[in-house]
């Protein structure tokens, strides 16, 4: 048996991790519903701090990669119940609606609302912002 090209073995990761978050981030969605916005925002900020630390857990496997996959998968459902239009990342499209067939949150943003005086909801955004916006976290960066 021979060894899968670089190139292929990648893509079978990246295609494993996006079947597993199309299972995981709607049941943490079922979960999470009916939390507070202020919840919510503690668990994206949570979730994001165990992704930026174990994140390589993801990509190369290790002992912290379950706990690293589940932050990801709460982050992601967390964000989809507050930001409009839900969330896109890493080809998928989770957001509040039940039932929810959208592919991406550009299909959202072509809903008639149905009241006149409603804001179109805006394009997407980066997952990172989202979240940032969430916590509050501000760079410390220049």
Request: glycine share 10%.
């Amino acid at each position: 048996m021979t060894r899968p090209s670089e190139a292929a073995a990648s893509w079978h990761q990246q295609m494993v991790l996006q079947e597993t978050l199309s299972l995981a981030v709607p049941l943490h969605i079922g979960e999470l519903r009916g939390m507070s916005p202020r919840a919510l925002a503690s668990i994206a900020s949570e979730s994001a701090t165990t992704v930026g630390s174990h994140g390589d857990a993801l990509q190369f496997g290790g002992k912290h990669c379950a706990a690293a996959f589940n932050a990801l998968a709460r982050g992601l459902a967390a964000a989809a119940l507050t930001a409009p239009g839900g969330v896109d990342a890493l080809g998928g499209h989770w957001c509040a609606a039940p039932g929810c067939r959208a592919s991406s949150r550009f299909d959202h943003a072509d809903t008639a609302s149905p009241e006149a005086d409603m804001p179109p909801i805006p394009g997407p955004r980066p997952l990172a912002d989202v979240i940032r916006d969430l916590t509050g976290y501000q760079p410390t960066w220049p």
